[in-house]
């Protein structure tokens, strides 16, 4: 344990999604794994508040914390390897910065002051960068600052980082920098000049770069590492190779190959050790070495970018490990299902999750895709919107009310089975004003979840403005589909479960934003069980 907080600031050079928020992870990982408390914060420089109005197809998915922050995706990364929840304070936007400083200039707090870029701005981001530091809570704080150096909305982000460099000390802050060098097949050979002219770049900005870390197809022969130190102003043992990897979860090993933890506590002036990570590489070999394979549907509008259902791909990941199978995630576009061709797109599936979404486009497809598997027995998993759609299907397929609907693709259906929450009603800004963060719920005995969860109350994350209509429940109730998880204070349902079916759970809270490596999410666990099971009746049945 420190007694003076260290900052270590992660920034990204060439090009963008060169894994930031991994490299930040795995270094992470490795810190902790040495006794030391460390988080991580990600400081976007996008003008959105927050990236909760942003489409998946512009940022991926909208990761959620317990305190109700909608963040940028590397969040996620962040608590699934750390296994510590992040909150607000771990993502800051543009946005964010500016609104607070325009809104203290119209309390007056500035005493009639021009406000500008330099100090204000930098200030109000110095003092976001340093909020978990000086919480206590933290030996280290690594932040990622999102984006590529060079980038104008990048520019007071590298400004504050001069001026925090400075202000911090010299063994109390360093500069990792994440750049590429590419490999050129027609020449032949691996090219540093786009990493010469990152950190140059970078260095114009009054930032020297403590320790490289190169993205690389080749490993780095020792005379471009020591080029590449010798241009750059680094140490030879400060140039980090970082090669493709066949999974993120092999690069906190090849960090500490590269002895990446070492160099930065000896940076930071800090003891190193042996890091203590038994746990993750018996997880690494589970995941590597399954006994069994299956195939998971994966329902969905945004299935073109993998990136909008991380947190759904990496919890299958983890309820894979745990149950010593490799589950190969079939993704499956919900606008181009019908009846007619739901068999072909479905049938060989041993399981089925149907994802959340927002708005009309791939409703019948996800309807029609719940009747499917509802009908043949196959194992089902609706999150949010997917457990919305299991009500309606069953409303109109099984009650017979042909127009049952949620009030958001259909305002005038006079069976809203779903329908928009009372608290929603009066809302009309867009940011930040859903059901958000982790609520509680209460699951009732002998149901399949309080088996799963073996609590009989729990907190999950949630993200949705509208609700099961509980004008329905007993009519659902009564035709075979249970409301089995209600929240205490409202009555809210949470989950919905057909005990006649041999798996089929619906939730309305988003079960992935838990799920991490060394806590892989119950109900992805049981609903990989559950479709291995299928997928063992099957072959049965097919030999028999």
């Known amino acids: 344990m420190t007694t003076t907080t260290k900052y270590i600031f992660v920034t990204g050079g060439v090009t963008s999604s060169l894994g930031k928020g991994i490299i930040a992870a795995s270094l992470a990982k490795l810190l902790q794994a040495q006794g030391y408390r460390v988080t991580i914060q990600k400081l976007d420089p996008y003008i959105n508040v927050d990236p909760g109005t942003l489409n998946p197809y512009e940022h991926g998915e909208c990761y959620v914390t317990e305190d109700g922050a909608e963040t940028d995706l590397d969040l996620g990364h962040y608590e699934r390897f750390l296994n510590r929840p992040t909150s607000q304070a771990n993502n800051v936007t543009t946005g964010r910065i500016y609104q607070s400083v325009i809104q203290k200039e119209r309390r007056g707090e500035f005493l009639g002051k021009t406000v500008q870029v330099v100090p204000h701005i930098t200030d109000e981001i110095k003092e976001r960068v340093q909020m978990l530091g000086k919480s206590g809570d933290y030996d280290i704080v ?6 590529t150096v060079g980038d104008i909305e990048s520019l007071p982000y590298i400004e504050a980082v001069r001026q925090l460099r400075w202000d911090l000390g010299e063994d109390n802050g360093i500069v990792i920098h994440l750049t590429l ?3 050129l097949s027609a020449a032949g050979e691996l090219k540093t000049k786009p990493t010469q002219h990152s950190v140059k770049t970078l260095m114009e900005s009054g930032v020297q770069a403590d320790i490289l870390v190169c993205r690389t197809e080749h490993n780095l022969p020792k005379e471009l590492r020591r080029k590449l130190a010798l241009f750059c102003n680094v140490k030879e043992n400060a ?4 090669i493709d990897a066949s999974t993120i979860y092999d690069v906190p090993n090849l960090m500490l190959e590269e002895g990446l933890d070492k160099v930065v506590l000896e940076k930071l002036n800090l003891k190193s050790a042996t890091p203590d990570i038994d746990t993750w590489n018996k997880f690494v070999h589970r ?3 399954p006994k069994s394979e299956i195939t998971i549907g994966l329902i969905g509008k945004y299935v073109e970018l993998q990136d909008s259902y991380k947190s759904i791909l990496e919890a299958f990941i983890h309820a894979g490990a745990e149950n010593e199978v490799k589950v190969r995630v079939e993704s499956v576009h919900s606008e181009y299902i019908n009846s007619d061709n739901v068999k072909l797109k479905l049938g060989h599936l041993d399981g089925v999750l149907v994802a959340p979404g927002f708005g009309e486009r791939g409703i019948d497809g996800k309807i029609d895709a719940v009747k499917f598997v509802r009908e043949n027995n196959i194992p089902f998993l609706g999150i949010c919107l997917g457990m919305q759609m299991a009500v309606i299907e069953f409303s109109r397929n099984v009650l017979g009310l042909a127009d049952a609907a949620s009030t958001e693709m259909d305002t005038e259906t006079s069976n809203p089975v779903i329908g928009l929450m009372e608290d929603q009603k009066t809302i009309t800004d867009k940011g930040g004003t859903m059901r958000l963060g982790a609520w509680a719920c209460d699951l009732e005995i002998g149901s399949v979840v309080r088996d799963i969860y073996k609590a009989e109350s729990i907190t999950e994350r949630h993200r949705h403005r509208y609700e099961f209509n ?3 429940k007993a009519q659902l109730e009564a035709a075979g589909m249970k409301a089995t998880g209600l929240n205490p204070d409202t009555g809210l349902v949470e989950i919905v479960e057909i005990p006649e079916h041999p798996w089929f759970v619906g939730v ?18 049981a609903f990989v069980k559950a479709s291995l099971n299928f997928n063992k009746r099957k072959k049965s049945a097919t030999v028999a």
């Not at 991490?516 to 109900?523: D, M």
Request: charged letters at 15%.
């Open 142 to 147: 690594i932040t990622e600052i999102g984006g």
């Open 470 to 472: 509980g004008k329905y």
């Open 181 to 183: 060098v590419p490999y």
């Open 239 to 242: 140039v980090i190779q970082s």
């Open 508 to 525: 309305q809270y988003h079960p992935e934003y838990k799920s991490t490596v060394a806590n892989p999410h119950p109900l992805f666990v």
């Open 287 to 289: 995941h590597k070495n």
